[in-house]
């Protein structure tokens, strides 16, 4: 069985990731994926982890639009193909790697929907509401509750443009997901119980 975990920044995810890890003994694919990914493009794991928040600049979205549309005419050199795309199909393919090997928790990197075709998948969706988020990091990393908020825009916004931009994907549409949970009501601890049932259901 795979798990696929998406969450909103703040909504206790690593908690609840590391608690269902422990608890299944699957192997998790979070930390270590821009460090595979880095030594295998011969880059730094820092310049991976950095692409899932990199807007796409208006030239390059012209440009991929261009050649989608008119793939016989417009055809741009390969050595223009910029990191962002090579590092996004090595990450499919550590990924993938993973569901083959069974029993993994993929977080985060879309892997509800680079694995979408297959149905041995549970795919959650962390969340809870804002001002509960905003309290979570202010307790957790000290900050303040402006400087909370604006990081929560900031990580979810990325993540949402990595999703639209990548793979034309509504993040956190409830639609993509088989199970949705509100880490707020439920807790950390009830999440993760939840999560094990449902994999239950379905394994």
């Given at each position: 069985m795979i798990i696929t975990v998406s969450r909103e920044y703040g909504a206790a995810g690593r908690a609840?990731?590391?608690?269902?890890?422990?608890?299944?003994?699957?192997?998790?694919?979070?930390?270590?994926?821009?460090?595979?990914?880095?030594?295998?493009l011969g880059t730094s794991p820092e310049a991976v982890e950095g692409i899932e928040y990199q807007k796409t600049g208006f030239g390059r979205r012209l440009l991929?639009?261009?050649?989608?549309?008119?793939?016989?005419?417009?055809?741009?050199?390969?050595?223009?193909?910029?990191?962002?795309?090579?590092?996004?199909?090595?990450?499919?393919?550590?990924?993938h790697e993973a569901a083959d090997a069974g029993n993994a928790i993929?977080?985060?990197?879309?892997?509800?929907?680079?694995?979408?075709?297959?149905?041995?998948?549970?795919?959650?969706?962390?969340?809870?509401?804002?001002?509960?988020?905003?309290?979570?990091i202010t307790e957790s990393l000290g900050l303040t509750q402006a400087a909370a908020r604006t990081e929560i825009a900031r990580v979810d916004g990325g993540r949402r443009n990595y999703a639209r931009e990548q793979y034309d994907f509504a993040w956190g549409d409830p639609h993509h997901y088989d199970l949705v949970l509100?880490?707020?009501?439920?807790?950390?601890?009830?999440?993760?119980?939840?999560?094990?049932?449902?994999?239950?259901?379905?394994?």
């Open positions: 609840v990731i590391h608690g269902l890890a422990e608890l299944l003994g699957y192997r998790l694919l979070d930390e270590d994926l821009p460090v595979v990914v880095a030594a295998r991929r639009s261009l050649s989608v549309a008119m793939p016989e005419s417009f055809q741009p050199a390969p050595e223009v193909e910029d990191l962002a795309a090579i590092t996004q199909r090595e990450i499919e393919r550590l990924i993929v977080v985060g990197r879309l892997g509800n929907v680079v694995l979408r075709d297959r149905t041995d998948v549970l795919r959650v969706f962390l969340t809870a509401p804002l001002q509960w988020r905003i309290e979570h509100d880490v707020a009501r439920f807790g950390v601890d009830g999440a993760i119980a939840l999560i094990d049932a449902a994999r239950g259901a379905i394994g």
